[in-house]
């Protein structure tokens, strides 16, 4: 089985422009989260894969490889199928460019839903984290997740779910991670089937595969990671880092 990495990574974040760019303990953010991933030693290869010029070449430099989109995409579920289309291989895992804390652990578990899948019943997995703090639960910015009792995601949400209208029943609520782990396949139809409505509404693009119908796999991880969404991510990442 071929397993690659594919970075996203674009350059006009919308919350944190040029965050991808930014230093961290000497080297960029992306080239951090590329060395990262190498350094799971769990893919047969790494790419970045980018819209900017000044990422490819940061990547180019330090020896890695990148691949420049030659499309406008509007997520990287898209950017990557269309990096892979014609590549040989079998899963494709999606490392979130602004990750540079990305560990073997997550990954691995991503990747062995696969190897366990004698049925290929699942067209990709997920990962997904505990949050148990009021302000993360109703944040909009924290993608929920729930699942069935074989962690199959049902649904993903900026709300909170489950809602808590019985006071006396305590559920777990789990946080999204934007890590995912594709069939080739899967991917590729990702990118060919239009946005619709609730996708459209939540403005989270794991919907898709549901309301498509694609079985989505979700693995718990205790690690949680800073994910540099703004500047005070970075702070916090630069804290870490020391």
């Known amino acids: 089985m071929k397993i690659i990495a594919m970075i996203p990574a674009r350059y006009a974040a919308s919350r944190f422009p040029g965050k991808l760019m930014q230093?961290?303990?000497?080297?960029p953010v992306i080239v951090r989260t590329y060395e990262a991933a190498v350094n799971t030693r769990l893919f047969d290869e790494v790419y970045v894969v980018t819209d900017s010029s000044l990422i490819y070449d940061t990547i180019a430099d330090c020896g890695g490889k990148a691949f420049m989109s030659?499309?406008?995409h509007d997520c990287g579920s898209d950017r990557i199928a269309e990096a892979v289309q014609d590549m040989d291989i079998d899963i494709v895992v999606?490392?979130?460019?602004?990750?540079?804390?990305?560990?073997?652990?997550?990954?691995s578990g991503l990747i062995e839903v696969f190897r366990q899948d004698g049925e290929r019943e699942i067209d990709l997995a997920s990962l997904m984290t505990r949050i148990?703090?009021?302000e993360d639960i109703e944040n909009p910015n924290t993608v929920k997740v729930i699942v069935d009792q074989r962690n199959f995601a049902l649904y993903f949400s900026r709300s909170v779910i489950p809602y808590p209208r019985a006071v006396d029943i305590s559920p777990?609520?789990?946080?999204?991670?934007?890590?995912?782990?594709?069939?080739k396949q899967a991917v590729l139809d990702f990118a060919q089937l239009p946005m619709l409505p609730l996708e459209a509404a939540e403005k989270i693009?794991?919907?898709?595969?549901?309301?498509?119908?694609?079985?989505i796999k979700m693995v718990e991880t205790r690690v949680t990671g800073i994910e540099i969404d703004t500047p005070e991510d970075l702070a916090k990442a630069k804290e870490a880092w020391r």
């Not at 777990?172 to 069939?183: D, E, L, T």
């Open 205 to 215: 693009e794991a919907i898709r595969f549901l309301e498509y119908g694609k079985k």
């Open 23 to 27: 230093d961290l303990a000497g080297k």
């Open 172 to 183: 777990a609520y789990y946080k999204h991670k934007g890590v995912y782990a594709f069939r």
């Open 94 to 107: 999606n490392v979130q460019g602004d990750e540079p804390f990305t560990d073997r652990e997550s990954l």
């Open 70 to 72: 030659q499309k406008e």
């Open 132 to 134: 148990t703090e009021k």
